[in-house]
């Protein structure tokens, strides 16, 4: 392996294991706030459902719903684990997609490292992350992946992994209407 792989993998593990320190208390919160709500949207309702029915809320986030009907499983009672895993999973995963977009776009592994570690520890996201109903990790995932292949594909006149892009785009919009 070339050293600059090496010296990549580390500090995606290093974003890893310091993201996983962060937020590992995060795992054994109980629901609070709106969580039981926003979960409880989905109950009586069927997946197509999810995205034909109006419910109480003004907007439309059919997928948000439901990925919270997947995780609540099907029994009348649920556990707030499969949420919390979710929701640091995917801000971890966000980390390090913002790692390998900021060194494409900026071409300084440090400066990708840095951003990656300044999103981990970003307090406004270990909220988001300790909300059991919260989907906007996932949400940012997508985010950043959709601008990654927009700039790789327009870069290199790649149609499909504009094309990509844009469905990343889409399906963001379903979790979340910013």
Request: proline share 5%; net charge positive; with cysteine.
């Amino acid at each position: 392996m070339k050293h600059n792989t090496i010296l990549i993998i580390g500090l995606a593990v290093l974003i890893l294991l310091v993201g996983a320190a962060a937020y590992w208390p995060v795992i054994n919160f109980s629901f609070f706030w709106e969580d039981p709500f926003d979960i409880g949207q989905v109950e009586g309702h069927t997946f197509p459902q999810l995205f034909l029915v109006s419910n109480s809320n003004s907007y439309y986030r059919p997928l948000a719903l439901v990925i919270l009907k997947l995780l609540k499983g099907g029994g009348p009672s649920y556990s707030p684990l499969p949420y919390h895993a979710f929701n640091v999973g995917s801000h971890l995963c966000a980390a390090l997609l913002l790692f390998g977009a900021a060194r494409y776009w900026f071409h300084s592994t440090g400066a990708a490292f840095s951003a990656a570690i300044l999103f981990v520890l970003y307090p406004p996201g270990f909220e988001a992350s300790a909300r059991a109903s919260s989907i906007y990790s996932l949400y940012v995932c997508l985010t950043i992946g959709a601008l990654w292949l927009y700039a790789v594909g327009r870069e290199r006149e790649r149609r499909g992994l504009v094309a990509l892009a844009l469905l990343l785009s889409s399906i963001a919009l379903l979790l979340h209407e910013n």
